[in-house]
């Protein structure tokens, strides 16, 4: 079964407002949290890696004040588009690394944001 | 940092027959190596991953080689399946997760 949780799965927003999105790992904690955009039939790139109690660290090229990141627990991390444009439509996909199973990526389900 | 490349962008196979995608990678560092296959609006699924110091892992109908030295791997599926259709994705790291493009595979019957 899923171990990364991620709500909601899709969201229809007008242009201008701002969307959160949630991660929440399940059954573990994880100090650390990745979360990846995927347009469509493109592949999945690092947006920035969020830190449990700590700032998030943001790809080269990633507007940190556009996309904020929130890790304020051990189980869950937030993605919050500010301020969304059309041109901020995509897949929003977040990850985490189970406790014992290494360098293993595990998902979640991904969020379809669609911008007026 | 890494550069990941993945060929072919897409592969088209009848049922029953053997599939390989192939990812070269650039740095030297990088010692982790999954494939994920991810459906239509689906999340990725981790269907098989190695570690740079084995070269050759097997589960099932999957596998995937390494070649350190030539910096690039390979997954072979073999005896396809309508349900093996999906885009496969190959992954490498050295401090983070860098993806292929991807490859749409399409088993055809």
């Known amino acids: 079964g899923a171990v990364v949780s991620q709500h909601p799965s899709r969201v229809i927003c007008k242009s201008g407002t701002s969307v959160k999105i949630e991660c929440r790992s399940l059954d573990f904690q994880a100090t650390t949290m990745f979360w990846y955009r995927q347009f469509p039939k493109k592949s999945l790139m690092l947006m920035a890696t969020?830190?449990?109690?700590?700032?998030?660290?943001?790809e080269q090229g990633v507007e940190k004040d556009k996309f904020l990141i929130n890790h304020a627990s051990l189980t869950l991390s937030t993605l919050t588009v500010t301020s969304a444009h059309p041109e901020d439509s995509s897949f929003y996909i977040c990850s985490a690394r189970l406790p014992g199973q290494g360098d293993k990526l595990f998902f979640g389900s991904g969020t379809q944001l669609s911008v007026l | 940092g890494e550069n990941v490349e993945q060929h072919p962008s897409t592969l088209s196979v009848q049922e029953g027959d053997s599939a390989v995608i192939k990812c070269t990678y650039s740095d030297s560092a990088s010692n982790y190596f999954p494939w994920y296959k991810q459906e239509l609006g689906k999340r990725p699924q981790l269907i098989i991953d190695i570690r740079s110091n084995v070269g050759e892992k097997k589960d099932q109908r999957i596998a995937v080689t390494l070649n350190k030295t030539a910096k690039h791997f390979s997954l072979h599926i073999t005896e396809t399946q309508p349900e093996d259709s999906a885009v496969y994705f190959c992954a490498g790291t050295a401090s983070k997760l860098t993806f292929g493009t991807g490859t749409r595979l399409q088993v055809t019957l």
């Open positions: 969020s830190n449990e109690g700590s700032k998030a660290t943001y």
